[in-house]
């Protein structure tokens, strides 16, 4: 399986000369901290797309530089990462009292050669589990799995908890007393046998057997996972509203996975645009958007997003959101 090339600085600081924003939108987290440098050299802001946790890390060690130069660095854009703090914010205003949140992810797509299976597999081999409750971040185990019904087609899910950087801030912002994001599984192949090896050997040596996983990972994608592409994002979140007890239900989903990654980076492109998301510094996309405007985008580019709530047992569905 191709690996990536190593990207060569000259050559990138020949390609964001003049450039005012630059998209990390490669599978390239190896090689962020060189982008992002040549993208701070040039003066442009940056959005990257990156799944692996670790990216945020480098670009934390970048943060002094950033703020320094008054650039705006957002990372964690997309959907998975990126749609679970949007969210867990969206359902704020239902609430006096904002008690729990669980934000769900759950995707059928196969895989082809190349970057994206690389860089998924390595994500695998790092995987770690954490949700927040009684006041701090603690790992999470078996008992926290969640049944979620992601509707059609993908149905009722298994999902998974995941530890996810744009998730960090948000107790303090909002001030839950509980909250995770979760991840479906592939299908059984990829789950039983791709996870679980990728873990194992991720936990020997980093990067251990990783493009032999990629290749079981694409095989295992295509010849397990049913025909048509599906992806979909689902709140649940709990709360209190004039003394009584409130469940909101959010869902968002399409039938393009790379098209729904980039819905919500180009509503975060919108806002930066005409300065509601633009912050010097570094920053999450799901923390800066105004996150009404990014459902009725996403309506507007063809995603579906419903949203409904129950009241004491009183069903008060809405419906569609409207991206008027």
Known sequence: MPKPTPPDPPSLREAFQGADLVIDAATTVPFIETTARAALAAGADWIDIHYPQ???????????????????????????????????????????????????????????????????????????????????????????????????????????????????????????????????????????????????????????????????????????????????VVLEAEGERGGEEVLVRLRAGHDDVYGFTAMPVVSLLLQILDGTARKAGLSMMGHIVDPGRLLADLVRMGAEVEEGEEVRGRSSPRGEVDGG
């Open 54 to 232: 670790a990216g945020v890390a480098v670009l934390e060690g970048l943060r002094p530089e950033i703020e320094g130069a008054g650039l705006a660095f957002v990372t964690q854009a997309g959907f998975l990462p990126g749609l679970p703090s949007v969210f867990a914010r969206a359902a704020e205003g239902r609430f006096t009292r904002y008690r729990k949140a669980a934000a769900s992810v759950a995707m059928r797509t196969d895989f082809d050669p190349g970057g994206a299976a690389l860089e998924l597999v390595e994500a695998l081999g790092e995987y770690s589990a954490e949700v927040f409750r009684d006041g701090r971040w603690r790992g999470a185990g078996a008992r926290e799995v969640r049944k979620v019904d992601f509707g059609p087609p993908l149905g009722v899910k298994t999902c998974y908890p995941t530890t996810l950087a744009e998730m960090r801030g948000l107790p303090e912002m909002l001030g839950v007393e509980e909250l995770g994001a979760y991840v479906a599984g592939i299908n059984w192949f990829v789950d039983g046998v791709v996870t679980p090896l990728a873990y194992l050997l991720g936990k020997v040596k980093s990067g251990l057997g990783r493009d032999r996983l990629a290749w079981l990972l694409v095989w295992g994608s295509k010849r397990f996972t049913p025909p048509g592409e599906a992806v979909a």
